[in-house]
């Protein structure tokens, strides 16, 4: 009996060994049948590829993944994968990726989850029909059970682990990674979240990087419709050709392209072009940081920058920064922002930099200067038929001094005299001015303060014992030179004279003050160099054969102009003879020195321009359209050359190339007795003084405004 039961007993645990090998089969088959599905679906793909290297398509044109080809997918799906083999633990997952990367209601489409849910259906039935089965036979076999007690509980334990295979954990962890975050907590009711760190978002696998050109097109920002050629309806068999094309290679690509170019006309070739340039184009100053960006714009001229402004907003807005345009100004020598004035003057909505104003208007008043303008220029008449000797302006106001006695103060806007400065008893031959004071010397032996605003005569300054010939004013002190061979040098707010010079032989015809020296030039041939606080002879200048008439000092070196034709520079220092400058035929009757350069008109009828430092003359001013009689004055200001002479014409040079640019005055009675005695020049304005020594042409001052704009809004 106990063999027979012993017998039954191993049949029937033979029985439920077979049903349990049976039922892991049925559980494992939709994972095997999966495998081989996407094998085959590997194995097209592969193909596919090797065909057209280009084209995407698996699973809805999506790339797939394998947990070996992700250490990421690895350790999410297979995590608590312990002692099975490689051959039971592999397992294939299909990431899909979203076409648009904006969250979505659900992490991924439900149609994509068909596989995963059906096989986690298959898991848990199998689980419930296993547990099913253990609970019946347990029933009906209690008595054998205990006796067998060791052996069916060692039974159930190979079920169990059976049960919680590699595949049950993968499903599992699956469809728990679906359902909830990726910190284990389920998602709330709603959106889900698609990002998140450590998540398994799809755009994060894959990267929808542009493989075509359309692809490109899209990533730029450009609509997917683009112009089409709209000639009629598009020739037979251009699908099969476009797909004969997609199923060659690279090089195949390039060179059926290379054929095709060849082929086509002109227009063909110029509406590729259209379609494709637009889409290489960047830019580039857009993309980089706004500090990058003005620092590349720094290397533009003004009048690209003003060009680039016109290119859009975001260029506008860089093109009009302050600080950039402040460097522009800079570089033109422009010192001062748009005054006060004109800032009130301007809308309060234009967002316009003040620096970059200020250098459109010296660009304005820089081309009237050089191609003027149609309008007449502000007639001032007075002095009746007298000689204008002395000519200075300074803001508004001008002041001009004649042989009259008397000086005039003028208004640079109106043109109306505003005032008579009456009290010399003699011709005014010199004169200086700062601001709004003046002071004036005659051959009546004396010098006189005056307020311009006022007309008052503050001080009179007596001392001279013959012609005022001569003065030069620094800040608050002025030294006259006359022809009683001596120097002053006075204290304009008191009218006190603190120093007498005394060396020369003759009379003294000009003279230059810094504010630590003097230099003087006589009709005694000579240059000397003053120390005005000790009086003191510092060098005297021997090296001129006829009267010194013209002067010009910097500091550092001495220009000086003669009758013997020469300009010879000095050194102040040592009083050594540096340079003769020789190229005149005449006197030398007016110079301008500035940073080196220095420009000589001379009585020969011709303006020299020279580097004092090597003595070479760089350009002589003259040829066709050059003056026909003496020079009678120079001004030299904004890279221009002004000379007036006794041909009554007032010449425009440029500086840099010697050229001849216009005549900026040309008086109705030139050639035939009209002169033009003195000029004065500012950034903005010329005052002209002319007139003629035979009645052929009224005394007069001739004002010419630069600054248009300006003008016209102060006149409105």
């Known amino acids: 009996m106990e063999e027979e039961h012993h017998e039954r007993r191993e049949e029937k645990n033979e029985e439920e060994r077979i049903d349990g090998h049976e039922k892991i089969r049925r559980l494992k088959a939709p994972f095997m049948r999966i495998k081989e599905e996407e094998e085959d679906e590997e194995e097209e793909t592969t193909q596919s590829v090797s ?35 490689e051959e039971e633990d592999e397992f294939r997952v299909a990431i899909v990726t979203i076409g648009d990367e904006s969250c979505p209601s659900e992490p991924f489409d439900i149609s994509h989850l068909d596989t995963t849910n059906h096989i986690t259906k298959i898991e ?60 284990g907590r389920p998602f709330p009711s709603g959106k889900k979240h698609c990002k998140g760190n450590g998540y398994l978002s799809p755009s994060s696998l894959v990267q ?34 476009l797909h004969t094309f997609q199923m060659w290679s690279s090089p195949e690509r390039l060179l059926a392209l290379d054929e095709l170019i060849d082929r086509c006309e002109t227009s063909q070739v110029k509406h590729m072009l259209q379609v494709i340039e637009p889409q290489f184009q960047r830019d580039f100053i857009s993309l980089l940081p706004k500090e990058l960006a003005l ?50 003057s301007a809308k309060p909505s234009a967002a316009v930099s003040p620096w970059k104003s200020a250098y459109i208007r010296q660009h304005c008043i820089e081309n009237n200067w050089r191609k003027g303008d149609t309008r007449e220029p502000m007639v001032l008449k007075g002095h009746d038929d007298h000689v204008i000797t002395c000519l200075q302006f300074s803001g508004d106001l001008i002041v001009s ?70 003065m030069h004013l620094h800040g608050n002190r002025v030294v ?50 003053w120390d005005p606080e000790t009086e003191v002879c510092l060098h005297t200048l021997q090296g001129h054969t006829n009267r010194v008439y013209s002067l ?21 220092e040592t009083g050594g003879c540096v340079h003769t400058l020789t190229g005149h035929q005449s006197l030398t009757s007016g110079m301008e020195l500035r940073d080196n350069i220095l420009v000589s008109g001379n009585a020969d ?73 003195r000029i004065r020049a500012s950034d903005t304005r010329l005052v002209c003084a002319a007139g003629s020594r035979n009645g052929t042409e009224e005394t007069k001052l001739l004002v010419l405004d630069f600054d248009l704009d300006d003008r016209k809004k102060e006149t409105d």
Not at 63 to 68: D, G
Not at 208 to 213: G, H, I, M, S, V
Not at 446 to 459: F, I, K, N, P
């Open 480 to 529: 006259s030179g006359s022809r009683d061979t001596t120097l002053r040098v006075w204290d304009v707010s008191t009218g006190r004279c603190e120093h007498v010079l005394t060396g020369h032989v003759a009379a003294v015809r000009c003279v230059q003050y810094d504010g630590r020296r003097v230099v003087s030039g006589g009709y005694d041939y000579m240059v000397k160099v």
């Open 208 to 241: 929808a990087t542009p493989t075509t050109f359309g692809d490109l097109r899209l990533a730029g920002g450009h609509s997917a419709q683009r112009r089409r050629v709209t000639s009629g309806p598009p020739p037979s068999g251009l699908q099969d050709w």
């Open 401 to 470: 001094g004649s042989d009259d006695n008397t000086l005039k103060v003028w208004s640079a806007i109106t043109g109306k005299c505003l005032r008579t400065l009456t009290g010399h008893s003699g011709g005014v031959w010199c004169s200086q001015m700062t601001v709004a004071t003046v002071i004036s010397g005659s051959t009546d032996r004396t010098l006189r303060v005056w307020d311009a605003e006022s007309g008052e005569c503050v001080h009179t300054l007596y001392g001279h014992t013959s012609t005022v010939r001569c």
């Open 295 to 344: 620092y590349v714009l720094t290397f533009l001229a003004p009048r690209d920058l003003l060009q680039a402004a016109q290119t859009c907003r975001y260029w506008r807005i860089l093109a009009e920064d302050n600080l950039l345009w402040r460097e522009k100004c800079r570089e033109e020598g422009i010192s001062e922002c748009t005054s006060t004035r004109r800032r009130k």
């Open 51 to 85: 065909n057209n290297k280009e084209r995407r398509e698996l699973l809805g044109g999506h790339t797939p993944i394998s947990a070996k080809s992700s250490p990421f997918l690895s350790s999410c799906l297979c995590r608590g994968r312990e002692g099975g083999s």
């Open 605 to 677: 009828s011709t303006v020299r321009v020279w580097d004092i430092r090597t003595g070479q003359c760089l350009h002589t001013l003259q040829g066709p359209n050059k003056h026909q009689s003496a020079v009678t004055c120079l001004q030299f200001c904004r890279g221009l050359v002004l000379s007036s002479s006794d041909d009554g014409t007032v010449k425009l040079w440029d500086l840099r190339t010697g050229a001849w640019l216009r005549d900026v005055v040309a008086l109705q009675s030139q050639g035939s007795g009209g002169v033009v005695w």
């Open 124 to 183: 848990e039935e199998g689980e419930k029909e296993n547990g099913h089965e253990e609970e019946m036979e347990e029933t009906e076999d209690e008595d054998e059970a205990e006796v067998n007690s060791d052996k069916g509980e060692k039974e159930e334990e190979e079920e169990k682990a059976e049960a919680m295979s590699p595949s049950s954990l993968l499903q599992s962890q699956m469809k728990r990674k679906l359902d909830h975050g990726p910190d």
């Open 552 to 572: 010009q000092f910097d500091g550092v070196f001495v220009v000086s102009g003669s009758l013997d034709t020469s300009i010879r520079v000095w050194d102040a």
